[in-house]
């Protein structure tokens, strides 16, 4: 795979265009975790080219992107590897949210059969206080005809 000169969207000759970040932790806000260090970019391991790496997720899987570049030349060669270790981390942190989802939606339903039983004990008493009613206006009744 060759790319282009060293800038941060290097282009495959299938056109795919990639963000590549040259850091330690490219998915940290802050700017102290966010350092080229020569794991990423590495002038020293061979004369005239530059070695690079970068970490990144494409289409939903973690990978490793490691290419080199000749400085002369500006051209180079890239390819992609699964990255185990941010899979797991990734993965993990999705499992988490499933987890704070479900104990959400475990919530919401403890707060709806709570409401239900509520309406139920309302509607009962409203079906009691009624019944009442309808007694207590019947024995009226029967007490009109009586004094007739």
């Given at each position: ?54 970490q ?37 942190i ?17 707060q ?12 009962e ?24």
């Amino acid at each position: 795979m060759l790319i282009a000169p060293p800038t941060r969207s290097p282009t495959t000759w299938s056109g795919i265009n990639l963000q590549l970040a040259f850091v330690s932790n490219a998915w940290s806000e802050a700017e102290e975790d966010r350092i080229a260090t020569q794991e990423f970019v590495d002038f020293q391991r061979e004369r005239g080219k530059v070695h690079l790496k970068s970490q990144f997720i494409m289409n939903g899987v973690s990978v490793i992107w490691r290419g080199w570049i000749d400085l002369q030349r500006l051209d180079g060669a890239g390819w992609l590897e699964f990255d185990e270790e941010r899979a797991r981390v990734e993965d993990q942190i999705l499992r988490e949210q499933i987890e704070q989802y479900n104990r959400h939606l475990h919530g919401i339903d403890d707060q709806q059969r709570h409401l239900q039983e509520e309406r139920e004990q309302r509607a009962e008493v409203e079906a009691e206080v009624a019944e009442a009613l309808l007694h207590f206006s019947g024995n009226m009744h029967n007490n009109n005809n009586y004094h007739k």
